[in-house]
């Protein structure tokens, strides 16, 4: 079956170190994004990749990193200049040029501090 | 600037009509997404509207209206697994490069027996 994969599924990090959120789909999609969500609140756009070997910055991408080094994979690297890191992170992929394809979204992540 | 509003929560008991809505202020619009998400779950897409008017599938329908940036979720006879989140996101242009979504904070809906 085809769809997205995040691990891992918990994961908690030390001060002063940085962490990597995986995130693989074979949807054949080329679009890929990284969400934060706090409780409470709605998704806020960490980065996003329209295509292999490109990224933008979305609206909270301080202390994050991404790669797109493969169509398939859209890893997140939490760094250590993220001061407040704990949250749920979920990894969406759609299609490009389909006009009413939605975003497909992975089980998430949820990220704590030890 | 960017901004989405939705109810923060919503009661409602079994069997009974629901009608979420959500209001939206951003610089394009290329659509509008509606997602259903279970506590510490994804989110699973439920409708999408580009032109104004009803969208209906199954128990659930989505209104649209551009001229008042405004869409709601309608969803019927409701059951007890329709206790969750629910999301309202607008696609920013251009669409057909991917499209940013631009979310809510989400409407947390208990339905009550």
């Known amino acids: 079956d085809g769809g997205i994969t995040q691990s891992p599924k918990y994961l908690f990090r030390k001060e002063g170190q940085n962490v990597t959120l995986s995130c693989e789909q074979n949807?054949?999609?080329?679009?890929m994004y990284w969400y934060r969500q706090d409780p409470g609140q709605g998704l806020r756009l960490i980065y996003y990749?329209?295509?292999?070997?490109?990224?933008q910055k979305g609206d909270i991408a301080e202390g994050y990193s991404v790669s797109r080094e493969k169509k398939e994979s859209f890893p997140l690297t939490v760094t250590s200049a993220q001061k407040n890191p704990t949250a749920f992170y979920l990894c969406?992929?759609?299609?490009?040029?389909?006009?009413?394809?939605?975003?497909?979204f992975g089980d998430g992540t949820r990220l704590s501090i030890l | 600037g960017q901004n989405i509003d939705q109810p923060t929560e919503m009661t409602a008991t079994e069997g009974a009509i629901v009608q979420i809505n959500c209001t939206y202020q951003?610089?394009?619009?290329?659509?509008l997404f509606w997602y259903q998400q279970h506590a510490g779950e994804a989110p699973t897409f439920l409708s999408y509207n580009v032109l104004d008017g009803l969208e209906e599938k199954g128990r659930f329908s989505s209104f649209l209206s551009r001229s008042k940036g405004y869409s709601y979720l309608l969803l019927k006879e409701l059951q007890m697994k329709d206790s969750a989140s629910y999301l309202c996101?607008?696609?920013?242009?251009?669409?057909?490069?991917?499209?940013?979504?631009?979310f809510g904070q989400g409407t947390e809906l208990s339905v009550k027996p």
């Open positions: 990749s329209q295509i292999v070997n490109d990224f």
């Open positions: 949807l054949n999609h080329d679009a």
């Open positions: 996101a607008v696609r920013e242009p251009p669409w057909n490069q991917g499209g940013k979504l631009i």
């Open positions: 951003t610089s394009g619009f290329n659509g």
């Open positions: 969406a992929s759609s299609h490009r040029g389909v006009r009413n394809q939605p975003q497909h």
